[in-house]
Each structure stands twice: as structure tokens, then as C-alpha cells.
């Protein structure tokens, strides 16, 4: 079946690297992606990867992807007070629903 | 290029009653997905639509919940007879549709409160 999976909070200092982590189950997936929920809003899509890459880097955001584990990571270089939000993991194929994780709490403290 | 629009952004109703969520998708989108997000928890997909069909339902609940995507208008989410457990935040996603990936982009969110 399809499962995302995820910790439930991250702590980090502000301008510390954080790094959010997502296990999943379906072979067959296309696609992985992140997404960023602030409190009370909708998903903003923050970057996603194909499955048959191993890394995509775009600014402070760092993806790596082992496809062998079924492991996802979300890097974010020098985390800002502006970063605390929810985390989503999902992954899909590249035309219908997408699997959501659980989230993952990242707070940045000064 | 106005974003996915959704309303109301708060829906209060009594056990029983009827809730309609409306979603507007983004200009020139033709895919139109459901989510359904419980406190604390993570979004549940509910059902995918294109233009006048129902592509997968397979997240719907079997009774009370229908969805649709007219011609012309917004999509609609239904949930007739509404019960407590259906207090959840409701997110709509549009995508333009095509191969490569399936970049979803998000409403704000109807959040149902039932009494």
C-alpha cells in the first residue's frame, strides 16, 4: 500500500542546516515533492525531484533521493525564523493524486 | 494570474445541514484534485476531476460526499448531511495537466467547522 512517512518535529537554530526526512513505499512513483504549510494556509510548492535523480539543489534548498531505500531528505541551508512551518513530503505519478506524509514541524529559534 | 481560489474560507454548519466548498482553479488549469486535511494530520487525497469528469474518486467517502466540475464555474465539493467528523480543512489544487511532473498548486483552504 502507499505510505509517507515522516518525524513529527524539528528544532533547529536559526542559521543552523535543517533537515527534514520522508520514507515512502511506492516503488512506482514518478515524482517527489516538498511542499511548506504556514499556519493557517494552503501548500506552497517548494521544489521537486524525478525519481530517477539522486540530487537537485535550488538556492537554500538541498533534495536527495535514494530511490534504493526509499528515502527522501529536505535540506535547508541557513534556516531563517521565516522557515518554521510544516513540511509535506507527497509523492506521485505525473498525472493524478498525490500521497501526502504526515508533516514535519520545523521551529527555528534564534 | 490569479492563484487557486477557494470559499468560503469558513464554513460553520449544524449536524445535518449541507456544505458546499466551491474551487476555482487557476487560469488555464483543467485538473482539479480534493484534499481533505484533519487537525495534526497530513492531506488525504479525495477525488481528481476534469472538465465534466470524474477521473478518480477513489479518496471519496462512499455516501454523503460528491464532487463536480461543470463546463462552466467552479468545482464543487458537496457533503450532504453533515457530520462532527467531517470538521476538517478542505484544500482544492489545480495543474495545467500534461506530462512531466504534477505541480499542484493550492487554494487556501475551506475550514468546516460542524456544531
Known amino acids: 500500500g502507499e505510505d509517507v512517512e515522516q518525524s513529527l518535529f524539528l528544532s533547529v537554530r536559526e542559521g543552523d542546516s535543517s533537515v527534514i526526512n520522508c520514507t515512502y513505499t511506492d516503488s512506482s512513483s514518478t515524482y517527489l515533492y516538498w511542499y511548506k504549510q504556514e499556519p493557517g494556509a494552503g501548500l506552497q510548492l517548494l521544489t521537486y525531484i524525478f525519481s530517477n535523480m539522486d540530487m537537485k539543489q535550488d538556492q537554500r534548498l538541498t533534495v536527495l533521493l535514494n530511490k534504493k531505500d526509499k528515502h527522501l531528505s529536505l535540506r535547508i541551508a541557513d534556516t531563517q525564523t521565516g522557515d518554521s512551518a510544516i513540511y509535506f513530503c507527497a509523492e506521485g505519478d505525473n498525472t493524478d493524486k498525490l500521497i501526502f506524509g504526515t508533516g514535519t514541524r520545523l521551529q527555528v529559534f534564534p | 494570474n490569479a492563484g487557486v481560489m477557494q470559499n468560503p474560507r469558513h464554513l460553520v454548519r449544524r449536524r445535518g445541514q449541507e456544505a458546499r466548498l466551491r474551487c476555482s482553479p487557476m487560469?488555464?488549469?483543467?485538473?482539479v484534485y480534493w484534499y481533505r486535511q484533519l487537525p495534526e494530520e497530513g492531506l488525504k487525497f479525495m477525488v481528481y476531476l476534469q472538465k465534466e469528469n470524474i477521473i478518480d474518486e477513489s479518496g471519496m467517502p462512499k455516501e454523503r460526499f460528491s464532487a463536480e466540475f461543470p463546463k462552466e464555474g467552479p468545482s464543487i465539493l458537496r457533503i450532504q448531511q453533515v457530520v462532527r467528523g467531517d470538521s476538517a480543512a478542505y484544500f482544492c489544487?489545480?495543474?495545467?495537466?500534461?506530462?512531466?511532473?504534477?505541480?499542484?498548486?493550492f487554494g487556501p483552504g475551506t475550514r468546516l467547522t460542524v456544531l
Open positions: 489544487a489545480s495543474s495545467p495537466g500534461g506530462g512531466g511532473p504534477n505541480e499542484q498548486f
Open positions: 487560469k488555464g488549469h483543467s485538473h
